[in-house]
């Protein structure tokens, strides 16, 4: 089982990217998607996190309204467009599946993917 994160860069505020996240190995139909993020000597947070159907989307407070998690079935693929980028952006960000995980708990999600840099300058 493999997720395999990708899209990240360097982006000037006020920029946009799309991360992409690539499942294989397995179905992730009936998981959650989240995408976390950790930033030069802080914790990983919670960033968006959706179920593979579509029915839900969750987002942090600080990134709601800029940032939008969808989901490509087809592809197995689940993507964070990201707009009105902000330098406290910048962190690695990394995909995640879980099976019945709480949403914004990283510590039960079952799957990671590596993380992409995002770094967005001023």
């Known amino acids: 089982v493999q997720l395999q994160a990708s899209g990240g860069g360097l982006v000037q505020a006020g920029g946009s990217l799309r991360l992409s996240c690539a499942a294989s190995g397995r179905t992730f139909s009936t998981y959650i998607m989240g995408w976390f993020r950790q930033a030069p000597g802080k914790a990983r947070e919670f960033v968006a996190a959706?179920?593979?159907?579509?029915?839900?989307?969750y987002y942090a407070d600080s990134v709601k309204d800029r940032f939008t998690i969808s989901t490509d079935n087809a592809k197995n693929t689940v993507y964070l467009q990201m707009n009105s980028l902000k330098p406290e952006d910048t962190a690695v960000y990394y995909c995640?599946?879980?099976?019945?995980?709480?949403?914004?708990?990283?510590?039960?999600?079952?799957?990671w993917g590596q993380g992409t840099q995002v770094t967005v300058s001023s």
């Open positions: 995640a599946a879980g099976r019945l995980p709480t949403i914004r708990k990283d510590s039960e999600y079952d799957y």
């Open positions: 959706m179920r593979r159907s579509g029915s839900s989307t």
